[in-house]
């Protein structure tokens, strides 16, 4: 299997200055040279790369044109967020081999990127590979979400908390003999958080005399 590249540029430096100015300029029909020195300021050599790395982000499409994730990005309430799910793209190959590549220390990371690219500790190639990833870092929310709004998602409930939430069903009870109706309800019960058990069996006893009495 050969060696993955991964995005990177010389310059890292620059990349939280540009993303800076993205947000403030319009959005263009495409994102150009001439975009990025005219409207950015950015014309140095060093700069250039950084549409290549957008690409590899999905925040433009293959010929410059802005994606709705440069859009996210935009967007104060999902910007972190959008800069995280493009680091998710550009460097898929060390998110697959950790899913929380984006919380690890620099020397997690590094040894990520030697893994994946077969570069050695030294190599300069390896060296600016992790400043780039560490630039897009410093902008990157792993735990937002970039649902409308750019609310958090939420975490997911404990097992705990799931039991207590569970329905509670109760058997069917006949209304009459004669009239052949049944009637059934749901009742949704929260339990106190206590480890007391004579709270939970208060609780219970209650619940069966006074609702679930056939």
């Known amino acids: 299997m050969a060696a993955a590249k991964l995005p990177y540029m010389t310059s890292p430096g620059v990349i939280p200055k540009i993303l800076a100015k993205m947000q403030e300029a319009r959005r263009p029909d495409r994102f150009t040279q001439d975009f990025l020195a005219n409207k950015l300021g950015h014309s140095g050599g060093g700069s250039m790369p950084i549409i290549p790395l957008l690409k590899r982000m999905g925040f433009l499409a293959s010929d410059g044109t802005p994606t709705p994730l440069y859009d996210r990005f935009r967007d104060p309430a999902t910007q972190g967020a959008a800069v995280a799910e493009g680091m998710r793209t550009a460097y ?15 020397d997690k990371v590094q040894a990520l990127i030697m893994e994946v690219t ?3 500790k030294d190599d300069r190639t390896v060296e600016f590979t992790l ?3 560490w630039a897009l870092k410093q902008m990157a929310d792993f735990e937002a979400s970039l649902d409308a709004g750019g609310e958090r998602a939420k975490p997911p409930l404990s097992a705990v908390e799931q039991e207590r939430q569970l329905p509670v069903h109760t058997p069917r009870v006949s209304a009459g003999a004669d009239v052949g109706l049944n009637l059934a309800y749901t009742i949704n019960l929260v339990l106190p958080e206590t480890t007391n058990p004579d709270v939970f069996a208060a609780i219970f006893r209650s619940l069966k005399e006074n609702l679930l009495r056939p």
């Open 92 to 106: 898929s190959e060390l998110f697959d081999r950790s899913v929380y590549a984006g919380d690890l220390s620099k």
């Open 118 to 120: 077969g570069g050695a």
């Open 131 to 133: 400043s780039t990833f």
